[in-house]
């Protein structure tokens, strides 16, 4: 059965950087669309990036130009290198899995979820 498990979260200041890992088990990455996710306190889930065949596919507005997704080279891991992070930035980050047809379909099902890390930014 398919896992997930995100890790390198932090406390870090205002630009600064932090990157997250997230680790298959159970599978085969490069069988699945990735996603990375976050949630702060009060707020909705917020898609911030995909990685889908191989590559980056899409970011979020608020994190373009500041964040990348990058897979391990020979690891099922799937990075998010978070550059310049603000305030706003601060959330629990999770990453989660999905069949590479239900991206290709443009599909939110998400079935395989991480149990999270947390990420602080303070000012």
């Known amino acids: 059965q398919e896992q997930l498990m995100e890790s390198g979260g932090g406390s870090v200041q205002a630009g600064g950087s932090l990157r997250l890992s997230c680790q298959m088990s159970g599978a085969t990455m490069s069988h699945y669309c990735l996603g990375w996710f976050r949630q702060a306190p009060g707020k909705k889930r917020e898609k911030v990036a995909v990685?889908?065949?191989?590559?980056?596919?899409w970011f979020a507005e608020s994190v373009k130009g500041r964040f990348t997704v990058a897979e391990g080279n020979g690891k099922e891991i799937l990075y998010l290198q978070m550059n310049s992070l603000k305030v706003e930035d601060s959330a629990m980050y999770y990453c989660?899995?999905?069949?590479?047809?239900?991206?290709?379909?443009?599909?939110?099902?998400?079935?395989?979820w991480g149990q999270g890390t947390q990420v602080t930014v303070s000012s």
């Open positions: 990685f889908d065949d191989g590559k980056a596919t």
């Open positions: 989660a899995a999905q069949g590479l047809y239900d991206c290709y379909l443009g599909r939110e099902l998400w079935e395989v």
